[in-house]
């Protein structure tokens, strides 16, 4: 198994600055992309950020110029910093990767747990 485990999240006054990360762990043979997503209550699910294990970054338009994604091949490890916050970034993160095991020949998917920002007005 992959476990991806987030953490950075909690409570900040709007225009401030959270830095959130993600490791994973267990049997990887190689990660092609780690990405952020997040969901309000009530909507959606959407892609924040993502990275490439070659450092290709796509960004949601909402947060570009904003978050920045990126990622330590080595560690295993992905971060989002995320500066100017408003409101409506409030929602649950939770980090993404495409990664193969040892001795599987194809990628799957995998999901953190979620971890909780809310950004107050």
Known sequence: QVQLVESGGGLVQAGGSLRLSCAASGSIFSIAAMAWYRQAPGKQRELVARITSLGSTNYADSVKG???IS???AKNTVYLQMNSLKPEDTGVYSCYARAKRYYNDYLSD???Q???VT???
Do not use: I, K, P
Request: hydrophobic share 20%; no cysteine.
């Open 71 to 73: 990622r330590d091949n």
């Open 119 to 121: 950004v107050s007005s």
């Open 66 to 68: 904003r978050f920045t």
């Open 110 to 112: 995998y999901w953190g």
């Open 114 to 116: 979620g971890t909780q």
